[in-house]
T-cell receptor
């Protein structure tokens, strides 16, 4: 079956630094999603990508859908303490727009921001 | 209430108990999902309901029994669980199951099986 590898597993960064994480798949996707999960809460959708090469920003967050359709990355610029949490990628391949497609999730990247 | 809500937020149960988890979505969505989240592992899809019909049962043991009485409510009935079933159980909803359909998650129920 499809495998989704997310790296790094964890990051310890100083406030103000940029953060970069990525996900790679063993097969192509036509949707990539990035979520953030705070302690004790459910994942919250940050960015959704639907086309190869697409680059989308949400405030200090930028995510790209890889040209090969097998990878995606998420960047956080000028990190602040509230960026702490676990970031998950998720991908899906649909044959047609009305078919059922299961989301595959990465194992997450734990981000810790120190002042 | 807005978004996706789940109750209870925390649950401790013995292996012989029967309990139920409840999920409610206030987004007008047609699809609802149950996921299991264990430490340092990817989210595991358990069940999917679309328009109150189950479309996915991801090889989940029968001690987990879902129920979807309408498109806004989803339950997960638990009985004779094992300690390894301890995890965060997340509910999600989406407008549909295909196409451009992002899933929105609830806060989860932290389950501990003694």
């Amino acid at each position: 079956g499809q495998q989704l590898n997310q790296s790094p597993q964890s990051m310890f960064i100083q406030e103000g630094e940029d953060v970069s994480m990525n996900c790679t798949s063993s097969s192509i996707f036509n949707t990539w999603l990035w979520y953030k999960q705070d302690p004790g809460e459910g994942p919250v959708l940050l960015i959704a990508l639907y086309k190869a090469g697409e680059l989308t920003s949400n405030g200090r967050l930028t995510a790209q859908f890889g040209i090969t359709r097998k990878d995606s990355f998420l960047n956080i610029s000028a990190s602040i303490p509230s960026d702490v949490g676990i970031y998950f990628c998720a991908g899906r391949f649909l044959m047609t727009t009305d078919s059922w497609g299961k989301l595959q999730f990465g194992a997450g990247t734990q981000v810790v921001v120190t002042p | 209430e807005t978004g996706v809500t789940q109750t209870p937020r925390h649950l401790v149960m013995g292996m012989t108990n029967k309990k139920s988890l409840k999920c409610e979505q206030h987004l007008g969505h047609n699809a609802m999902y149950w996921y299991k989240q264990s430490a340092k592992k990817p989210l595991e899809l358990m069940f999917v309901y679309s328009l109150e019909e189950r479309v996915e049962n991801n090889s989940v043991p029968s001690r987990f029994s879902p129920e979807c009485p309408n498109s806004s409510h989803l339950f997960l009935h638990l009985h004779t669980l094992q300690p390894e079933d301890s995890a965060l159980y997340l509910c999600a909803s989406s407008q549909g199951t295909g196409g451009v359909n992002e899933q929105f998650f609830g806060p989860g129920t932290r389950l501990t099986v003694l």
